[in-house]
């Protein structure tokens, strides 16, 4: 009675504002027009409005009154950052829309948005006076996007609003059966990657959506591979709350990931999806025939995601990649939602043989001992393995509390043979030979677990425990023989067998007491307690027993464990900025206290014990002041691996000796970084620049000490070294400085239809090694010059170019220095001569040249296709390939430092030709329509 008395009184005054409305509205608007402003004022005046439930509408043509179809319909929540779009729906052909389940959306302010090719976005509040609104959404075309020429709908390729990016599909060129990752490869700012990765902005890209749902699952790769270019309306960029951390801490504590949202003019709720591969081929060595063989299928919904693959083939995974290898691969992955949580189980099996072969030139300094002194050696060897990996996650929510968690377990076995030999000459006359050869046979298991809990409390406060478990245990054996010669003296032989066994366990417990929200001079901060404790035990057990007198040789046996328990502190605090009515971090402050206290018994050849304790204040912060300027310094305490403190040596290569060092002690860094970066939207561009500079002291640097002639070393068991002999041993080094200025550009050339990408980067740096425990410094500056061009002429021709430049200048304290320039680069090209035939060809350099080393190396690769899409939209297709047409492929790499120069080449594939055939199929449906397609 009440509510209806109100009614009453208020009527008389909306009456009059609605002859009010209906005297000054313009005589040319529409009558539609009139009708939604009069709803709006109404549903304000109302007094009491019940929930809306659904919303439809009609969207037409605002001249012609014909309905639009294709038209994004878009639910704005504009409380959230960047003005997310919460859900969406495309018009039919009559232009409609219906959204039926706005109960169940979280709407703090609702608003819609219309978008269509060719018109103007309109966009307005949801207002309702009962659980239905419908609307008549006109549309005014846009004659800013009408071409002059062609007289044909054009649409600027990206548009921001806040913290939101659109892309537009539609204009750049794509061919028929192009996936939407194609779309992204042209899109400034944007980077795509070969695994189909993609990073916007310098952040990876976590999730993907499809028209605001989440059907392919957590794998971000997946939609971007699956959807066709020409099923999609709109791609959105834009970050959002981790929904785990949302529901803990709120949305403005959460972290933020970079997510995509595929808006698809077809609706759908299941997808099957699947490749298939074949391909074989004759190499100029006719033992190395190419083959390949590869396959997978998923099928993906809301609810559940499975997907099963394998494979096998004897290609390298680059071009560049050295050696043969053979490869077998197994495996399946679910994905699975349950009421307020999820699972995941995935199972991997790989088969894997591979062999490689070496050359290395090693080029001494001249010293008062000799003039010239070269070592040549020759690396060959074969190994296989196979490995099981089974790994799982699961996330549940119960009231105020959740627990989440991962697992994995991994098995692997391996055997494999390698072969060496050496030669090191002195002024010409040979000084020392070895011939090496080592067989082994190694299994280990791993097994790594975590597990979270969380408690929601009163007050914007949380609670949350993380324990985490990696082990790791495996037993080896390996059989080692050298052979030996030093110039008069005679040869000598030496036969090792060693079995080696390290188990090691790692233990982690973390507890964070989180204040979500509290106001403190007028400004937003939360603020996060942090405690953690790690032990981890590790042991090194490896028995070296002489292959004929069965005499166990305490030198190169080892006997050590070490134990460290880790206890670190902090704190952390957050301050909050409102920028367009959107809370940010703007300043990050985090303080912390670390203490590790080491033990490490070593039994052999010796016994000794160590006990020491290392700890050091921790601080980090980072500091934003709008969406283009960061800066952040960070102070850490980092502790050398503990395989670096073992004493033994390890003579694999009697030439290049190494062994450990039990005094080391921890190193800290200092790191700074500022990055400024800024997109013209207008202009389709984006540049950045950054600042990055680090200083570390104590960092633990590589001690060499050089033997002229057999020496005796009784610190190791009276240990006889060879002639020419180097002995590498870690120590702590000071004062590592570097610095590097960088800078990026990129700009969409619409005239000739190309992405320009330009990057310069300039580094300096100051770094030590170590000459007989003295510490030496090294001086080095590096220019980076990158620049790409992807054109796309048209849908028939598409090509790329791409050239990284490198200048390097070394120099040393002997005065030694080294000008080397490295030049990569690459052309690839897409030529479709009609809707079927196709030719693919790329070419590649790679220009190394040193003025230390006295060797240039260019080789040119020149890759070519030919082939023809077969069946429907192109989904497959046969070809014809060649690699390496000029058979000049070759890998070669150059070092420099105090003592000598390392120039290293490596055997890469061979000149060989192939046919190649693949299909992709995609099936997209509404609920239970794929069941029925595919006969489930």
């Known amino acids: 009675?009440?509510?209806?008395?109100?009614?009453?009184?208020?009527?008389?005054?909306?009456?009059?504002?609605?002859?009010?409305?209906?005297?000054?509205?313009?005589?040319?608007?529409?009558?539609?027009?009139?009708?939604?402003?009069i709803l709006r004022m109404f549903s304000s005046m109302a007094p009491a409005q019940q929930p809306l439930r659904e919303f439809s509408g009609v969207v037409v043509d605002?001249?012609?009154?014909?309905?639009?179809?294709?038209?994004?319909?878009?639910?704005?929540?504009?409380?959230?950052?960047?003005?997310?779009?919460?859900?969406?729906?495309?018009?039919?052909?009559?232009?409609?829309f219906v959204f039926s389940d706005l109960a169940n959306m979280i709407l703090t302010q609702k608003h819609y948005e219309v978008a269509c090719l060719g018109y103007k976005v309109k966009s307005g509040p949801l207002v309702a006076t009962g659980e239905k609104l419908h609307l008549r959404i006109m549309l005014a075309p846009d004659v800013q996007q009408l071409d002059e020429v062609v007289v044909s709908a054009r649409m600027a390729m990206y548009r921001v609003k806040g913290d939101t990016t659109i892309f537009f599909p539609a204009a750049v060129k794509t061919l028929e059966g192009d996936p939407v990752l194609e779309v992204l490869r042209q899109m400034p700012g944007v980077e795509v990657y070969g695994d189909g990765s993609v990073i916007i902005d310098g952040k990876r890209v976590e999730r993907s959506y499809v028209n605001g749902r989440l059907i392919f699952g957590a794998d971000p790769r997946e939609a971007v591979k699956q959807i066709e270019a020409k099923d999609a309306a709109q791609i959105l960029a834009y970050d959002e709350p981790d929904e785990k951390e949302a529901h803990l801490y709120g949305k403005d504590a959460a972290r933020k990931r970079k997510?995509?949202?595929i808006?698809?003019?077809n609706t759908f709720d299941q997808v099957a999806s699947g490749n298939l591969q074949a391909e074989a081929g004759v190499a100029e060595d006719q033992e190395l025939n190419r083959y390949?063989?590869?396959?997978?299928?998923?099928?993906?919904?809301?609810?559940?995601?499975?997907?099963?693959?394998?494979?096998?083939?004897?290609?390298?995974?680059?071009?560049?990649?050295?050696?043969r290898q053979d490869h077998q691969k197994l495996g399946a992955s679910l994905t699975s939602t349950i009421p307020t949580g999820n699972y995941g189980l995935n199972y991997a099996f790989s088969n894997n043989a591979s062999s490689s072969e070496t050359r290395s030139n090693t080029l001494y300094f001249p010293t008062g001992q000799f003039q010239t002194q070269t070592m040549d050696r020759l690396n060959s060897g074969s190994d296989h393995s196979y490995q099981h990996n089974v790994n799982g996650n699961f996330y549940k929510q119960v009231g105020k509390n959740t627990v989440n968690g991962t697992f994995g377990l991994s098995l692997q076995q391996s055997d494999g043979v390698s072969v060496s030999s050496s030669e090191l000459l002195r002024d010409g006359m040979l000084l020392t030979g070895i011939n090496s050869r080592s067989a082994f046979d190694r299994k280990n298991v791993s097994l790594n677990g975590h597990i979270s809990f969380t408690k929601k409390l009163e007050k914007q406060r949380t609670l949350r425990f993380d324990l985490d478990a990696d082990g790791a245990g495996g037993k080896q054996h390996r059989v080692h023989s050298n052979n030996i010669s030093e110039g008069v003296l005679p040869q000598r032989h030496e036969a090792l067998l060693f079995t080696s066994e390290s188990p090691k366990l790692k233990l982690s417990a973390e507890a964070n007491y989180n204040i979500n929200r509290f106001s403190m001079l007028g400004r937003l901060f939360m603020i996060n307690y942090m405690l953690k404790a790690t032990p981890e035990w590790q042991t090194d057990r490896q028995t070296a027993t002489d292959s004929l007198t069965a005499v166990r040789d305490d030198g190169r046996s080892a006997d050590n464990q070490t134990r460290l328990i880790g206890i670190k502190g902090?704190?952390?605090?957050?301050?909050?900025?409102?920028?367009?009515?959107?809370?940010?971090?703007?300043?990050?402050?985090?303080?912390?206290?670390?203490?590790?206290?080491?033990?490490?018994?070593?039994?052999?050849?010796?016994?000794?014990?160590?006990?020491?304790?290392?700890?050091?204040?921790?601080?980090?912060?980072?500091?934003r002041n709008n969406e283009w300027l960061s800066c952040s310094f960070r102070v850490a305490m980092s502790l050398p691996p503990s395989t670096q403190f073992s004493t033994r040596i390890d003579d694999s290569n009697p030439l290049m000796l190494t062994t450990g060092n039990s005094g080391l002690n921890p190193a800290l860094s200092y790191h700074a970084n500022i990055v400024y970066s800024r997109r013209e939207q207008s202009g389709d561009s984006w540049f950045q620049i950054s600042m990055r500079a680090s200083f570390t002291d104590g960092q633990v640097v590589d001690n060499r000490i050089y033997f002229a002639e057999p020496t005796v070393l009784p610190e190791y068991n009276n240990y006889l070294t060879v002639a020419g002999a180097t002995l590498m041993a870690p120590m702590n080094g000071t004062a590592n400085w570097s610095v590097s200025p960088n800078t990026s550009f990129e700009k969409r050339l619409n005239f000739i239809k190309s992405i320009l990408k330009a990057g310069l980067g300039y580094t300096w740096s100051s770094n030590q090694t170590g000459i007989n425990s003295e510490l030496v410094k090294n001086h080095e500056q590096r220019v980076n010059n990158s620049v790409s061009l992807t054109t796309n002429f048209s849908?028939?021709?598409?090509?790329?170019?791409?050239?990284?430049?490198?200048?390097?200048?070394?120099?040393?304290?002997?005065a030694r220095k080294d000008t080397r320039v490295t030049d990569d680069l690459k052309f690839t090209a897409r030529w479709d001569f009609t809707e079927r035939f196709f030719a693919l060809s790329s070419y590649t350099m790679a220009h190394n040249s040193s003025s230390a080393s006295d060797v240039t190396i260019t080789d040119h690769v020149i890759n070519a296709s030919l082939g023809v899409r077969?069946?429907?939209n192109r989904r497959g297709s046969l070809s014809i390939n060649a690699y390496d047409i000029l058979n000049r492929s070759t890998n070669f790499t150059t070092s420099i430092n105090d003592q000598y120069i390392l120039n290293t080449w490596k055997q890469l594939y061979s000149q060989y030709f192939t046919v190649a055939f693949s299909y992709r199929f995609a099936a997209q449906g509404s609920m239970g329509s794929l069941q029925n397609m595919l006969g489930m």
């Open 292 to 323: 390949l063989a590869a396959a997978d299928v998923g099928l993906f919904n809301e609810k559940r995601q499975i997907k099963l693959s394998g494979g096998l083939d004897n290609f390298v995974p680059t071009e560049r990649q050295i050696g």
């Open 62 to 96: 605002s001249v012609s009154n014909k309905p639009l179809e294709g038209a994004v319909v878009s639910l704005v929540d504009s409380h959230q950052t960047g003005s997310l779009v919460v859900n969406n729906r495309i018009t039919n052909v009559k232009g409609e």
């Open 259 to 261: 997510v995509l949202n």
């Open 795 to 814: 849908s028939k021709f598409r090509a790329s170019l791409e050239n990284n430049l490198t200048y390097r200048d070394f120099e040393n304290y002997t």
């Open 1 to 37: 009675m009440v509510r209806l008395f109100d009614s009453i009184k208020i009527a008389p005054l909306a009456v009059f504002f609605l002859i009010l409305c209906l005297c000054i509205t313009p005589f040319h608007r529409s009558k539609a027009q009139t009708q939604e402003e």
């Open 870 to 872: 077969l069946f429907k």
């Open 263 to 265: 808006i698809t003019f």
């Open 570 to 623: 902090g704190i952390k605090l957050t301050r909050m900025k409102e920028r367009d009515g959107v809370l940010t971090n703007d300043l990050d402050l985090d303080l912390g206290y670390n203490t590790v206290f080491f033990h490490r018994t070593e039994r052999l050849p010796s016994i000794m014990e160590q006990r020491r304790i290392f700890s050091n204040p921790e601080f980090a912060v980072s500091y």
